[in-house]
């Protein structure tokens, strides 16, 4: 009787550690050298963001900078009265050509 008792307590125990044991197993048969397929974050940024507000310059006098999620900034300039919004590359430091265009033109408030 005592073997039975046995065997069934091991063989509970070792249904309850088989997720545990075969979510290691898994993680450690990883390649380390391989970027992991969810993590899809982009880069950290290169560019500090005063960085960023001075390549944007050029556009107008830079209001507000924000990063964004892609890894870029979002610096706000105002020029004529007018706050655009110019998408600069967060790992060059170059304002994007894309982005950056002129249908996001806002009048300022007086």
């Given at each position: 009787m005592?073997?039975?008792?046995a065997s069934?307590?091991?063989?509970?125990?070792?249904?309850a550690f088989?997720?545990?044991?075969?979510?290691?197993?898994v993680?450690?048969?990883?390649?380390?050298?391989?970027?992991?397929?969810?993590?899809?974050?982009?880069?950290?940024?290169?560019?500090?963001?005063?960085?960023?507000?001075?390549s944007?310059?050029?556009?107008?006098?830079?209001?507000?900078t924000?990063?964004?999620?892609?890894g870029?900034?979002?610096?706000?300039?105002?020029?004529?009265?007018?706050?655009?919004?110019?998408?600069?590359?967060?790992?060059?430091?170059?304002?994007?050509?894309?982005?950056?265009?002129g249908?996001?033109?806002?009048?300022?408030?007086?």
């Open positions: 005592f073997r039975k008792t069934l307590i091991v063989a509970v125990a070792t249904l088989a997720p545990v044991l075969t979510t290691a197993a993680a450690q048969a990883r390649d380390p050298r391989q970027p992991a397929s969810d993590d899809r974050r982009p880069p950290p940024p290169r560019v500090s963001p005063d960085e960023a507000r001075r944007a310059a050029p556009y107008g006098r830079p209001i507000d924000q990063p964004r999620r892609d870029n900034y979002s610096v706000l300039v105002e020029r004529d009265g007018r706050v655009r919004d110019v998408v600069v590359d967060g790992q060059t430091g170059r304002p994007r050509q894309g982005d950056s265009g249908d996001d033109q806002r009048r300022r408030p007086n």
